[in-house]
């Protein structure tokens, strides 16, 4: 048996803010520990290789921090490292989770043409994660891609309102919508784009869902915690919430209230 210890949130940056914002409102008696890697962001154009280790790093660190279960609350990690970590690298008594099967599982409730589109990051469409689990729990729902390279460095850098994200957002939007003029449904699979949704949903034609993840994982972990007793035992629960990064912790204060709606004190942490 484990000590009791805090549920981790791993985001390669401050994306994953957005997620656990839901998870601590679905459940906020819960300790909780968010690390950003801002130091090495972004993940979505690094290879398989790198991800996987720059993942496997954090996760590791948060289990040091006396984490039992922790959460990739990115996209890109959950695409490219959460199976191999699963399978190979995790100390018995430890659990890893990700974004991207919460998302799937849920799908078919949104689409009624069963097209739906994706925008993600360069790396999570050419993982095509989200094809083959959606194809694995719903096999009669046809999946589009496509890659917003522009998106995740406009969030970062807080340019959501400037001419060049409406000139991005809106380009993407068309691209993802020519491939079929069926799609009904689009997910937003990175975690930073929530950000973009007011100028999103001025490009989306009428009759189209945008589906922002946060509340679909937090909703899922919900579900994970009751049917698993055996994890969510040794979850402690005091309400308390600490934030780490890779990088300088002043900066990541003040972006980070940008995504979790409130005011926050970060540390900094050395990975590697």
Same mark, same amino acid.
């Given at each position: 048996m484990h000590k009791q210890g805090p549920i981790g949130i791993f985001d390669s940056g401050y994306g994953g803010l957005t997620v656990f914002k839901e998870i601590h409102k679905a459940l906020p008696r819960y300790d909780y520990i968010y690390l950003g890697d801002n130091a090495r962001v972004p993940y979505g154009t690094r290879s398989f290789e790198t991800v996987y280790e720059f993942t496997r790093e954090c996760v590791f660190k948060l289990f040091e921090l006396g984490c039992n279960l922790v959460i990739l609350a990115c996209n890109t990690a959950s695409a490219? @490292?959460?199976?191999?970590?699963?399978? %190979?690298? #995790?100390?018995?008594?430890?659990?890893?989770?990700?974004?991207?099967r919460p998302t799937t599982e849920s799908i078919n409730q949104y689409t009624q043409t069963k097209q739906i589109g994706i925008l993600a990051t360069q790396g999570t469409v050419l993982s095509n994660s989200y094809k083959i689990e959606i194809n694995k729990f719903h096999p009669d729902i046809k999946v589009f891609q496509h890659a917003c390279p522009f998106w995740?460095?406009?969030?970062?850098?807080?340019?959501?309102?400037?001419?060049?994200?409406?000139?991005?957002?809106?380009?993407?939007?068309?691209?993802?919508?020519?491939?079929?003029?069926?799609?009904?449904?689009?997910?937003?699979?990175?975690?930073h784009y929530p950000l973009l949704l007011p100028i999103i949903e001025q490009y989306v034609p009428q009759g189209i869902?945008?589906? @922002?993840?946060?509340?679909?994982?937090? %909703?899922? #972990?919900?579900?994970?915690?009751?049917?698993?007793?055996?994890?969510?035992?040794q979850c402690s629960k005091?309400?308390?919430?600490?934030?780490?990064?890779?990088?300088?912790?002043?900066?990541?204060?003040?972006?980070?209230e940008i995504f979790f709606n409130s005011k926050i004190s970060a540390g900094h942490i050395k990975i590697g």
């Open positions: 490219k @490292a959460l199976r191999t970590i699963q399978q %190979n690298d #995790l100390p018995e008594g430890k659990k890893v989770l990700g974004v991207i995740v460095p406009l969030v970062e850098n807080n340019e959501i309102q400037s001419a060049g994200a409406h000139y991005f957002v809106k380009n993407d939007i068309e691209q993802l919508l020519a491939q079929s003029p069926q799609i009904d449904t689009i997910v937003l699979a990175c975690t869902q945008v589906i @922002a993840q946060g509340e679909l994982v937090a %909703n899922s #972990l919900v579900g994970y915690l009751q049917r698993h007793p055996e994890v969510e035992t005091t309400g308390s919430l600490q934030f780490y990064t890779t990088d300088d912790p002043n900066d990541f204060e003040e972006k980070a």
